[in-house]
């Protein structure tokens, strides 16, 4: 059964800085890996989608990467603002399950 | 892009009551849509995968005949929380995936359940 990990489950940072969101999951089968945003009391908002055959994908500011061998994902984002606070959410797409998502990582960036 | 809407957005309701919530595709067919569940502060737990013109399939521990679920067009899935209870209060989020070979999905915007 694909088990999804997310640390560090919340972060704090000045605006400006770089940081690394980190994932991780048990079965290395996987279709996609996604990586979503969530503001308080909202919905998903897609972030980006890596495909099992793909090592990353770049979207403006945020850069993810997959390591299909060894479990992994992070979630790069340069030059944090206040508005990009909120829960980032990773989720791994394997077997008959559409979608396993980790518990996600708060972030708060700092003005 | 895709939209995939929720309604209502939020609802509250009295211990007992039944609540529809709605999930629609606006500018594409679904022949497959996802319920999940998110209580505070925890991740989002994949409820039921609502098939069009076919039962919908249930994750363990989800009891069927509480939660109701109608996918009777390409573009609508209901979930029916029947006799609700105080511990049924949660964010429900429904989903839509866009291409069957990748799994990328679209999310509603979620509906705030709470029930008294």
Same mark, same amino acid.
């Given at each position: 059964?694909?088990?999804?990990?997310?640390?560090?489950?919340?972060?704090?940072?000045?605006?400006?800085?770089?940081?690394?969101?980190?994932?991780?999951?048990?079965?290395?089968?996987?279709?996609?890996?996604?990586?979503?945003?969530?503001?308080?009391?909202?919905?998903?908002? /897609?972030? !980006?989608? &890596?495909?099992? *055959? %793909?090592?990353?994908?770049?979207?403006?500011? @945020?850069? #993810?990467?997959?390591?299909?061998?060894?479990?992994? /994902?992070? !979630?790069? &984002?340069?030059? *944090? %603002?206040?508005?990009?606070?909120?829960?980032? @959410?990773? #989720?791994?797409?394997?077997?008959?399950?559409?979608?396993?998502?980790?518990?996600?990582?708060?972030?708060?960036?700092?003005? | 892009?895709?939209?995939v809407?929720?309604?209502?957005?939020?609802?509250?309701?009295?211990?007992?009551?039944?609540?529809?919530?709605?999930c629609?595709s606006?500018?594409?067919?679904a022949t497959t849509m996802f319920w999940?569940?998110?209580?505070?502060?925890?991740?989002?737990?994949?409820?039921?995968t609502s098939n069009e013109?076919?039962?919908a399939?249930?994750?363990?521990?989800?009891?069927?005949?509480?939660?109701?679920i109608?996918h009777?067009?390409?573009?609508l899935s209901?979930?029916?929380?029947?006799?609700?209870?105080?511990?049924?209060?949660?964010?429900?989020?429904c989903s839509a995936p866009?291409?069957?070979?990748?799994?990328?999905?679209?999310?509603g915007?979620?509906?705030?359940?709470?029930?008294?």
């Amino acid at each position: 059964k694909q088990e999804v990990t997310q640390i560090p489950a919340a972060l704090s940072v000045p605006e400006g800085e770089n940081l690394v969101l980190n994932c991780s999951f048990t079965d290395s089968a996987i279709y996609n890996l996604q990586w979503f945003r969530q503001d308080p009391g909202k919905g998903l908002t /897609s972030l !980006l989608l &890596i495909q099992s *055959s %793909q090592r990353e994908q770049t979207s403006g500011r @945020l850069n #993810a990467s997959l390591d299909k061998s060894s479990g992994r /994902s992070t !979630l790069y &984002i340069a030059a *944090s %603002q206040p508005g990009d606070s909120a829960t980032y @959410l990773c #989720a791994a797409v394997s077997g008959n399950t559409p979608l396993v998502f980790g518990k996600g990582t708060r972030l708060s960036v700092i003005a | 892009g895709a939209v995939v809407s929720q309604h209502p957005s939020w609802v509250i309701c009295k211990s007992g009551t039944s609540v529809k919530i709605e999930c629609r595709s606006l500018d594409f067919q679904a022949t497959t849509m996802f319920w999940y569940r998110q209580f505070p502060k925890q991740s989002l737990m994949l409820m039921a995968t609502s098939n069009e013109g076919s039962k919908a399939t249930y994750e363990q521990g989800v009891e069927k005949d509480k939660f109701l679920i109608n996918h009777a067009s390409l573009t609508l899935s209901t979930l029916t929380v029947t006799s609700a209870h105080p511990e049924d209060s949660s964010f429900y989020i429904c989903s839509a995936p866009i291409d069957r070979s990748s799994y990328e999905q679209y999310f509603g915007p979620g509906t705030r359940l709470t029930v008294t």
